[in-house]
């Protein structure tokens, strides 16, 4: 299936050990310093062995991902669990036949079953038991890939010839890198209190029936090796405060609205006060989203908040441009023979950039030195002055892109394919806000339109690149707001941003002079993985949205416990809507 | 070799702390000084006299649990760590019911609104704060209340044009009972990760293993339990789990597994690394035997099962049989027919023969320990509320009564205090023979029944794969049960008249089932006891439990006329391309 989706949390949740007071270097590691030697030693021992074969491998790289977690939660005020988790998964790529033609072709006469079906090995950093377990582990591979290599050839003769006659796998030159291992910095104690800070003021709304603060941190070091001669060490702490909320309208509607801080250093995190302001306006844009009037199914002009924007630019361009998509017999292809075409106005340039690692005030979660199949990471502008020029490429070729530019990611457990990372909207010929506001009410007046949208805060989004699915995607605003002829910006409630891309595309006009960042996880077929989107606020002559999925849930029967008042009587109205 | 520690600040513990258990059911109060119990009885008593939606039915009933379990692994291969995970939370799972006991919300289900049958859980505060303790669990009272009458409107529309075969009650009704086993004790997990290292290395150096892990668990368990009818209580559960494991491959290819496990309650009573280290070694050494054993022909023959593979037939063959699970009414017939097949056959057996006159069975919550042993069935109360209590199962071979819960069924329409999350356990199944025989004279049976059948030899099964822990293709892994009612067979010899025996390898029974106990020929007179793990789940059953409880099972070795062992069915992969690295040339 090939639907993606993003949102603002991530997915594995660990969460904490812990230990009272005093901050403390969780996992103070010692690294062995010869992981990547003992992985080589083994990797040389089976490469010659298999290489005997009568079906020899051509092949071979081994990837430890190894992930030091501590997290805490908070509700509503009070502590609800912390986690502290230590974890090495093994992954191995293993191929037979030759770059032209190998075992991981894809099968087109097959369709549907799961093919990405997951499983983590766990590995320790300790000679013997390391080479034992890539020992057994490379094994069970050579014999899948031999199984699948001769599905491959079958598949071969009875399947039609293929568009792209490209290969299954790019040569390329073989990098060494070694980063000292990265510490994250835990003090649960702290922690603690922060996640009870944060969670707290929640607690004075009676509607509010689901608040989470969660504080988490990842120590992330990878070793790669492959047969090429690559060794590569990689290391990065990230740390993120994460706040969600959730309140109900009389309706049931669900209205939630989440927040994240990220950062790749402990200081870079805000502080109490800053993150105290952001809870503040969230509990005060629950209550006021209560209030907030639906929004009836409507297409007209809008305008996207910088993050908002960033997100409609990862479903519908980013997505469609991860290149392995271009050959994939399943696939939309909406992009593969537009290189050289105008897809966007000339001011507009799409950059895809793993090796920023802070912009615009924020660090950048999609930031990487090398990617998971030991290729460095580099600067993929796609799309300039208007103009397609490249595709996102892991070592996946496609007719025409013979190479990686660094962009081959996956999860751990996962097989990598073409993934985004930084992207980055660069416009030449910005805006101001009420120029673009100015702007989109001409727009909508011109069209007999009583009202234009403006998408602020959003959740995350969607796409679906397959051709068995109408090629839509969503983007789930939390915030949005009516701006009324008359200039008034009125809060509303109760759609989703919809499309499908090459309109979505050719609706895009005009670009503000703001930027923001929005630093979530993508999912795919190689796993979820940290990505950024970055770009001003954009206006869009046409869009559509539609209504929400809504429970039917009624509110709570009981007022909220030791508040004499009914929850339906007792809150007073609200500022509901009104925005400046 | 350390290269990944976790720095634990030192905490120091309160551990230990005495119990102050007390079965006394005029107490006022349980847990009295704590902030959750209040939180618990004051939302219980606020919920059941205002909570109602407009007019419908108000709750007949509500009670509140709450699993707070501090739990931590370490796992660990050839002497390097491979993952370790350590945290603490609260689970508040809500039990409302309306209607009244005799026809209420419950035992149905409906796939038409499968939201209503799930289960209200809400992860609350592991803070001691009770404003909000109090919202928390007042929300996931407020769903739960929802959900019932949502699941009764649909029950009663289902069942409204059907006459029902049986009139059961859906409750049934108890007697207030507490119990305050509240303590501050915790268990410290920071020894688990060096353990599991230290324990793992032991398998080094061992070329013929092609897999080895070993697995540490600590969990402090406390349950928090209040109802609307004045139960309550606080039961609490330390448990530390030593697990090793290991495959082998033989040279064509089929591979071997065996594990060991240990469970204790507190870290002074974990063997020292001298007794772990043999356990281990012993294990890793009849494997490398099993590997060199030839394969199982297919024999048809009597067989005795001895010491763990007679506890462990019990335990998977005759365990889920010992239990009244009743399943929900389905309101489609596809559904109900599918139901039908899991339907527990001792069901219809109660007051007939089901063992041999010469064997008893009881399952024994009470029973503190055997021979100076601490026993893990124990239990103090139920998850009901319901006192735990010794249940005669089957006497002198007649079954008399099934495990069971406050879930009534028409043969089984009292509750033993058996509930285990949703379904009835085992507590410490004891099976006692009333005339066993020396274990010359058992022997000498077996030979004897052999004989008769023209076999020049017999099978002895020593040891069965459990159902606690078992290498996956990937990593470690817990499962549940197989198609197969029975684990491959791990330990099993053919034995000869002149005392001589033969290790076969990858073996397994054929078509073994519950009513096979009842041709049992011999028992021997002295008993043994063994750990091993209950999932009282049937295989394809849909419920919001799962997992595996931890019993004792105390039983004599077991002698069966008539048993069929065989090579498993299945291809078997092919042994590695390439040696061992640590294999010698």
Redesign the interface.
């Known amino acids: 299936m090939d639907r993606t989706r993003t949102a603002v949390g991530f997915g594995a949740r ?9 901050a ?9 310093a010869d992981v990547l030697d003992v992985m080589r030693g ?1 990797l040389e ?2 490469h010659q ?2 290489s005997d ?1 009568k079906t020899p491998i051509y092949y071979l790289s081994y990837e430890i991902t190894e992930d ?1 977690t501590a997290s805490v ?1 908070g ?14 998964g093994l992954d191995i790529d293993l191929r037979v036949g030759s770059p032209d033609f190998d075992n991981t072709r894809e099968l087109r006469s097959q369709r549907g079953g799961f093919p990405n079906f997951r ?8 000679d ?9 582990q ?3 591979k ?2 899948d890939a031999l199984e699948r290599f001769t599905m491959v050839r079958s598949d071969e003769q009875v399947s039609v010839e293929a568009d792209d006659q490209s290969g299954d796998f790019s040569v390329e030159k073989a990098e060494q890198a070694s980063e000292e291992t990265a510490v994250i910095e835990v003090d649960r104690a702290a922690w603690e209190d922060r996640v ?1 800070r944060f969670s707290a003021p929640f ?1 004075a709304s009676p509607h509010v ?2 608040a989470n603060a969660t504080i988490w941190a990842d120590a992330e070091t990878r070793w790669y090796v492959n047969t090429e001669g690559s060794a590569i060490k990689t290391s990065s702490a990230y740390y993120r405060i994460s706040i969600s909320a959730s309140t109900r309208a009389e309706d049931g509607m669900v209205l939630p609205r989440t927040e994240q801080f990220f950062s790749l250093t402990p200081e870079g995190l805000p502080d109490d006060e800053t993150v105290m302001a952001t809870v503040r306006q969230m509990v005060s844009d629950l209550e006021a989203l209560r209030e907030a009037p639906l929004v009836e199914p409507y297409t007209g002009p809008a305008m996207l908040s910088g993050r908002a924007s960033g997100v409609f630019f990862h479903e519908i361009l980013g997505h469609r441009l991860e290149g392995h998509r271009q050959k994939g017999a399943t696939e939309g292809q909406t992009f593969r023979k537009m290189v050289g075409e105008a897809v966007l106005p000339e001011t507009f340039s799409v950059v895809f950039d793993p090796t920023i690692k802070r912009l615009g005030g924020t660090d950048l979660v999609g930031a990487y030195r090398y990617d998971n199949q030991g290729v460095k990471a580099r600067r993929v502008p796609v799309i300039e002055d208007g103009v397609l020029t490249n595709f996102l490429m892991g070592r996946i070729p496609i007719e025409g892109f013979p190479k990686s530019n660094g962009h081959g990611r996956k999860n751990t457990g996962f097989a990598p394919v073409a993934r985004q990372s930084n992207l980055i909207v660069e416009v030449s010929q910005t805006k101001t806000r009420d120029e673009l506001k100015a702007q989109l009410l001409a727009m909508a007046e011109k069209e007999g339109k009583p009202f234009g949208l403006l998408f602020d805060r959003i959740q995350g989004g969607f796409t679906i690149t397959g051709r068995s699915l109408p090629n839509a995607f969503n983007v789930t605003p939390t915030v949005v707001y009516r701006i009324n002829l008359d200039g008034s910006e009125e809060l509303v409630r109760g759609v989703d941003l919809i499309g499908t891309p090459l309109t979505a595309f050719s609706r895009i006009v005009a670009a503000g002079d703001d930027l923001a960042v929005f630093n979530g996880t993508c999912g795919a077929e190689s796993g979820p993985v940290p990505v950024s989107a970055v770009s001003p606020s954009i206006l869009v002559s046409q869009i559509e949205v539609q209504k929400k999925d809504k429970s039917q ?2 509110l ?3 007022s ?3 508040n004499p008042a009914s929850a339906f009587g007792a809150m007073l109205p609200g500022s509901a809507g009104a925005r400046r | 070799m350390k290269w990944a520690q976790t720095t634990f600040a030192a905490t120091a513990l309160a551990l230990a702390a005495t119990p102050m258990a007390q079965d006394d059911a005029t107490a006022t109060e349980v847990a009295k000084d704590s902030v959750l119990m209040q939180a618990l009885r004051d939302e219980l008593a606020r919920s059941m006299q205002e909570l109602q939606l407009e007019d419908a039915q108000r709750p007949y009933f509500l009670a509140y649990r709450v699993f707070e379990n501090a739990a931590s692994s370490a796992t660990a291969s050839l002497g390097g760590l491979l993952n370790v995970n350590n945290g603490q939370n609260r689970q508040l799972v809500v039990e409302l019911r309306v209607g009244d006991y005799d026809f209420d919300n419950t035992n149905f289900m409906s796939l038409r609104n499968a939201s209503a049958m799930l289960p209200a859980i809400a992860a609350i505060s592991v803070d001691d704060d009770y404003d909000t303790l109090r919202r928390q669990i007042w929300l996931a009272t407020d769903t739960a209340y929802k959900r019932a009458l949502d699941q009764l409107a649909g029950k009663r529309a289902a069942l409204q044009n059907k006459t029902q075969v049986e009139e059961v009650a859906d409750f049934t009704r108890e007697e207030p009972y507490r119990f305050d086993g509240w303590t501050e004790s915790r268990i410290d997990p920071s020894p688990a990760p060096d353990l599991a290292v230290q324990v793992s290395a032991v398998m080094q150096g061992m070329p013929h293993l092609s897999r080895s892990e070993v697995r540490v668990l600590t969990s402090y368990d406390r349950s928090w339990f209040v109802n609307s009818e004045g139960s309550a209580f606080v039961r609490e559960t330390p448990f530390i789990g030593l697990y090793a494991l290991a495959a082998s491959q033989a040279d064509d290819g089929a591979e071997l597994q065996d594990g060991v496990h240990v469970w204790v309650r507190h870290w002074d009573e974990m063997p020292d690394s001298t007794a772990l280290t043999a356990k281990v070694q012993a294990m890793a050494n009849h494997l490398l035997e099993r590997r060199e054993a030839p394969v199982a022909d297919r024999y048809s023959g009597p067989v005795l099962f001895e010491d763990q593979a007679a506890a462990e037939l019990v335990t998977q063959v005759l365990g889920p049989r010992l239990i009244a699970l009743r399943l929900p009414t389905p309101d489609n017939p596809q559904m109900e027919q599918a139901f039908a097949q899991f339907r527990n056959p001792f069901l219809d057996k109660i007051g007939g023969r089901v063992l041999p006159r010469f064997l008893s069975i009881v399952s024994d919550p009470t029973l503190e320990a055997h021979e100076g042993v601490p026993l893990h069935g124990r239990q103090p109360v139920d998850d009901d509320g319901v006192p735990a209590r010794r249940i005669a199962l089957i006497e002198r071979g007649m079954l008399k009564t099934l495990l069971s819960t406050r879930t009534p069924l028409a043969e089984v329409p009292a509750s033993s205090g058996s509930r285990w999350r949703d379904a009835p356990v085992p507590s410490n199944i004891i099976v006692q023979p009333t005339r066993g025989m020396s274990a010359e004279e058992l022997k000498e049976e077996l030979f004897l029944l052999a004989e008769d059948r023209g076999l020049d030899h017999a099978i002895v099964v020593r040891r069965i794969g459990t159902r606690l822990a078992k290498l996956s293709a990937g990593t470690f892994g817990f499962f549940g049960p197989e198609a197969s009612n029975v684990e491959p067979l791990i330990g099993v010899y053919k034995v000869y008249p002149d005392g001589s025996e033969k290790r076969i390898r990858l073996a397994s029974l054929s078509a073994f089932s519950e009513s096979d106990f009842r041709d049992i020929v011999a028992v021997s007179d002295a008993t043994t006891r063994h750990e091993t793990g209950f999932s009282p789940i049937p295989p394809g059953v849909p419920a919001a439990s799962g997992g595996i409880w931890p019993i004792s099972v105390i039983t004599p070795a077991l002698l069966f006329e008539d048993v069929t062992v065989r090579r498993p069915p299945g291809n078997i992969r092919k042994p590695p391309v390439a040696p061992h690295p640590l294999a010698k040339d």
């Open positions: 660990g969460s904490h050990l812990v230990t009272p007071a005093l403390v270097a969780l996992f103070a590691t010692s690294a062995l083994e021992r089976s062995v298999l074969q030091k939660n509700s509503f005020g009070a502590v609800t669990g912390w986690n502290q988790a230590e974890t090495r499983t983590i090995v766990q590995v320790p950093l300790a013997e038991a390391l080479r034992t377990i890539l020992w057994y490379t094994d069970r050579y014999k009870r607690s029936f689901q849930t009624r709570p029967i009981l909220p416990p030791g």
